[in-house]
């Protein structure tokens, strides 16, 4: 916890006068008891003074008591204030951390924490930790103040009451400590539980339309509802537990009043002396019980805490390597590579094939077969298990990151369009000339309908490109992987939407003005790959056919199967 705690420093001075303010606050508030038994013992029971003369201190005393009133009233606000200002700030800077060190996180370190739970610590664990740094600034120091003045006062009052107001001290302490022992680790359940439901969420929401299509609305809310009920009963638990200290608390203190009462009847105390003690008594046990719920924010707070810093300390610094280079006349080479994600079976094996410069690589292959993992290990977001992939001679581990991401322009397989214009999602940050985004426009087969949006280039995209069709949102995004005229062009799977007829202008025209990109297309069509230099056949993450589509279509039976079935349908389109 001391690396979340260490965001605070900044905020020293704040923090510093917050506290100092509060134990004014807190100070004050503890007088008012003992200047109320000075006007009852000392003033208004005292026959030695005169009518005018009990007046006239009382006034003076009750006027003390104002005083202390009003600062312990504005020591608290102002304290208070001050902070909410620096947990604010501290969370902020946490936050902001914590999304950065998300953002560099590789691609392995990412699927280690799962993305719902990296959702969860940048949302309901940093509020925890704000919550339990607030907290604790603002009864920390508070509640220790109350619980120890108050004794102290209450001792330099009278011994023999102030033993039985220590009596029942340990007793509300011990109390609330085997209630805290049993509800903390509670707490801590529920924040798993928060993870699943986030998870589940994400899932719903990402996956509306597949639920609505298949009609699976009641069995999905039948497991959101487990899992929210899951929840709740873990919370409900945690809080039934904890609610028992409020009442078992104030049952200790009104055995300890009624003993107070008793005891000092018994040895005739004074009035005001007894009522200073009732109050003390009452302000003790309210910072206890605060007390207690402080520990339960931080035992809360330190879980979430610990959640961040495990994020936080990912080794996420660029390691460049020194691998032998390969071939340097090839564009792109794998080089008997073998990769697997969860360490258990190959998701790539044996594979090797190489490019030269200008040409275009197709990929075609059943759904699970590997295609878009040959993408993720060329653009590294994966490093291989074993074997070498090279850019130009060059092991891509031998690469800085920017370098070597710098090279690529790519369409993902379901990548996504911000809210923005058409214009911003073409350039995408990166500053290009108007020039560049037409030439990219015009490329992808996307001009006619780009200049039928209301505002052309100017033209606002809803959140997921919702108000364009899925072919108008698939040129978009090639228009956005061509803008910057890249090394290497990748499109997986990026043409399933374009009818043939636009697949087949965009191939043409990727061929003219893009000549000098390496290319490389991963498609479901034999007719999107069928002019590629180099065909690559994958099935369950091994080559099972290479090589031109004349070749294939001799040597490979798969891809001849494939090739057959689809001849039909490209005949009727075109
Ligand atoms: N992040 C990942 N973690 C674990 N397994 C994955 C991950 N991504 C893909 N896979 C698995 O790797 C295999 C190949 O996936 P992929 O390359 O996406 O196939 P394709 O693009 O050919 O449809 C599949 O079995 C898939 O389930
Ligand atoms: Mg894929």
């Not at 500053?431 to 087969?445: E, F, P, S, Y």
């Amino acid at each position: 916890m001391t690396k979340t705690l260490r965001y605070l420093k900044p905020y020293t001075g704040t923090v510093v006068l917050g506290l100092i303010l509060k134990f004014l606050g807190s100070v004050s508030e503890l007088f008012l008891p003992l200047l109320l038994e000075w006007i009852i013992d000392d003033v208004a029971a005292n026959d030695s003074l005169t009518g005018n003369e009990k007046m006239k201190w009382t006034f003076v005393l009750g006027g003390f008591m104002l005083l202390c009133a009003v600062v312990a009233l504005f020591g608290n606000i102002l304290a208070n204030r001050l902070t909410v200002k620096s947990s604010g700030r501290m969370t902020h800077d946490l936050r902001y951390d914590l999304f950065k060190k998300t953002c560099y996180l590789n691609s392995r370190q990412v699927d280690g924490f799962g993305v719902p739970s990296l959702i969860s610590r940048l949302t309901s664990d940093s509020y925890y930790v704000n919550q339990m740094v607030a907290r604790t600034l603002r009864l920390g120091v508070r509640a220790p103040i109350l619980i120890l003045g108050g004794l102290i006062l209450a001792f330099a009052q009278d011994v023999v009451l102030a033993l039985v107001l220590l009596a029942c001290v340990p007793l509300v302490g011990i109390t609330v400590f085997l209630i805290n022992r049993k509800s903390i680790p509670m707490f801590t359940g529920v924040q798993k539980k928060q993870d699943d439901m986030v998870r589940r969420t994400q899932e719903n929401v990402t996956g509306v339309r597949v639920i609505k299509a298949l009609n699976k609305n009641e069995y999905e809310m039948q497991k959101f509802e487990d899992v929210t009920q899951d929840l709740a009963s873990t919370e409900f638990r945690a809080n039934r537990t904890m609610s028992l200290s409020n009442p078992l608390a104030t049952l200790i203190l009104n055995f300890g009043l009624v003993a107070l009462i008793v005891v000092g009847a018994v040895r005739h105390s004074d009035s005001g002396l007894v009522l200073a003690f009732l109050q003390f008594f009452t302000i003790i046990l309210n910072a206890m019980i605060s007390l207690a719920k402080i520990f339960v924010v931080i035992s809360r707070g330190s879980a979430s805490a610990a959640r961040i810093e495990s994020v936080l300390a990912m080794d996420t610094e660029e390691k460049i390597g020194d691998f032998p280079g390969g071939d340097e006349s090839r564009k792109i080479e794998f080089r008997d590579v073998n990769f697997s994600y969860n360490g258990v079976e190959n998701n790539l094996e044996n594979i090797s094939f190489a490019i030269s410069a200008g040409q275009t690589l197709g990929i075609i292959g059943p759904t699970g077969s590997g295609k878009s993992t040959v993408i993720n290990l060329l653009m590294r977001f994966y490093d291989v298990g074993s074997g070498q992939i090279f850019i130009d001679g060059k092991d891509v581990r031998n690469y800085p990151n920017t370098e070597l991401r710098k090279k690529f322009g790519v369409v993902f397989q379901n990548d996504f369009l911000m809210a923005a214009s058409v214009r911003e999602n073409v350039d995408y940050g990166r500053n290009l000339t108007d020039g560049q985004i037409n030439k990219a426009i015009d490329c992808a087969q996307a001009r006619e309908f780009v200049d039928g949006l209301d505002g052309g280039l100017n033209f606002d995209l809803a959140q997921k490109a919702n108000n364009l069709s899925g072919g108008q949102k698939q040129r978009l995004l090639v228009a956005r992987a061509l803008a910057s005229h890249p090394e290497i062009l990748i499109l997986d799977d990026s043409s399933s939407a374009l009818d043939y007829a636009t697949d087949a202008a965009l191939r043409k025209a990727l061929a003219r003005e893009y000549a000098s990109s390496t290319k490389i297309i991963v498609a479901q069509r034999i007719s999107s790959i069928k002019h590629a230099d180099l065909i690559l056949v994958l099935d369950d993450g091994k080559i099972i056919g290479a090589g031109k589509h004349e070749d294939l279509v001799e040597t490979c039976g798969e891809y001849n199967l494939i090739y057959s079935t689809q001849m039909g349908a490209e005949r009727e389109a075109s």
